[in-house]
């Protein structure tokens, strides 16, 4: 079963508007954490937005905000005032728990196309 | 935060041979994780890299295909041995620090291996 889930192989938004990337995970462990990179076409990997199971409010961080319902288990990212240098791959991933230390896993990638 | 510095940034290497790839990080990490990304793919986890213990591999993955090293707290090897054409691949390492407002991530630029 996927443990990481993206849907949007590929996405559009309008240059100043925002977008938000879908993630939904599938994990039995109640302290995990959710991650979400960007890459440009470089081929960096580049962090964004880490959040905790635990944490009470919602990420933020700068322009990224991740929108996190623990019951749906979702965590999408909301990019606000979308930049042409916003165009590229996106994963989303999580860390979950196991015997010596904890695994991080990630989704299969949306990729954001800004338009002018 | 970190500073990763990973090289060789690439590398076109012939069947049947060898090659090592370093991460040296700017500040003590217990682990560091080594990751691959085929083309056009999302990453997969190849193994976590203690110091002063055996690197964690997982499944598909095993030692004498993918030696690693981590004789510090601040540096690791990756060794691709006896290669084919179909490692050819992105390898990434990468380690995560943990703050006040939660955990970050951070990568190596990334060596973009080609085998021929």
């Known amino acids: 079963a996927q443990k990481i889930t993206q849907t949007q192989p590929g996405m559009f938004v309008q240059e100043k508007e925002a977008v938000t990337l879908d993630c939904t995970y599938d994990?039995?462990?109640?302290?995990?954490?959710l991650f979400w990179y960007k890459q440009p076409s470089s081929g960096e990997m580049i962090f964004l937005i880490y959040q905790g199971s635990y944490d009470q409010q919602n990420a933020t961080e700068g322009r990224y905000s991740l929108n996190f319902q623990k019951a749906r288990k979702s965590a999408n990212l909301v990019i606000s005032a979308s930049q042409l240098g916003d165009s590229a791959m996106y994963f989303c991933a999580m860390r979950e728990g196991r015997t010596g230390g904890f695994k991080t896993i990630f989704g299969a990638g949306t990729r954001l196309f800004v338009k002018a | 935060s970190a500073v990763i510095s990973q090289k060789p940034s690439r590398d076109i290497c012939q069947r049947g041979t060898s090659l090592t790839i370093q991460c040296q990080v700017d500040?003590?990490?217990?682990?560091m994780f080594w990751y691959r990304q085929q083309p056009g793919q999302s990453l997969t986890l190849i193994a976590t890299?203690?110091?002063?213990?055996?690197?964690?591999?997982e499944s598909g993955f095993v030692i004498d295909k993918f030696p690693i090293s981590r004789p510090n707290l601040t540096f690791s090897t990756l060794t691709v041995s006896n290669m084919s054409p179909e490692d050819s691949s992105i390898y990434l390492c990468s380690v995560e620090i943990g703050r006040t407002q939660g955990t970050e991530a951070f990568f190596g630029q990334g060596t973009r291996l080609t085998v021929v």
């Open positions: 994990t039995s462990d109640p302290s995990y954490g």
């Open positions: 890299a203690n110091q002063g213990s055996e690197a964690t591999y």
């Open positions: 500040s003590q990490v217990t682990m």
